[in-house]
């Protein structure tokens, strides 16, 4: 069995879309689109982790959260991902460089982690 490293967020809006973040990489490297994730603290529960990561990256508190898979990173480690709702208006940290809202249709014109990726189409074919 695996341990859960790291907590992953889906934040969804009305209209099933759901918010992309975009982090601010050195000169040369490749610059990804990926979900809310945050490292977990060792004995730190899920929930924790996400109101943190939330609270650190968006300066906002997320809502109706609610698991919804875990995702293996490789044999040993594995990210638990969640489903939440923000209420009120993000302000980035300053290692981000922007957020998106994206929906189904809108996946592949994005450079998204691939591991983000996969976690995105399973939730869009779950709730289709």
Do not use: A
Request: hydrophobic share 35%.
């Amino acid at each position: 069995m695996s341990t859960v490293v790291s907590c992953s967020l889906i934040i969804r809006d009305d209209f099933n879309n759901v918010l992309l973040l975009k982090k601010k990489v050195k000169r040369g490297q490749i610059e990804k689109w990926s979900l809310l994730t945050q490292k977990k603290r060792s004995k730190e529960e899920h929930e924790k982790t996400i109101h943190r990561g939330v609270k650190d990256i968006l300066k906002s508190i997320v809502f109706d959260l609610e698991p919804l898979d875990e995702y293996s990173i490789n044999e040993n480690e594995s990210t638990m991902v969640y489903l939440g709702i923000l209420k009120e208006k993000v302000t980035l940290d300053k290692n981000y460089k922007e957020v998106k809202w994206i929906n189904v249709n809108d996946i592949d014109n994005f450079e998204i982690n691939n591991l983000d990726k996969k976690i995105l189409k399973d939730y869009f074919k779950k709730d289709s």
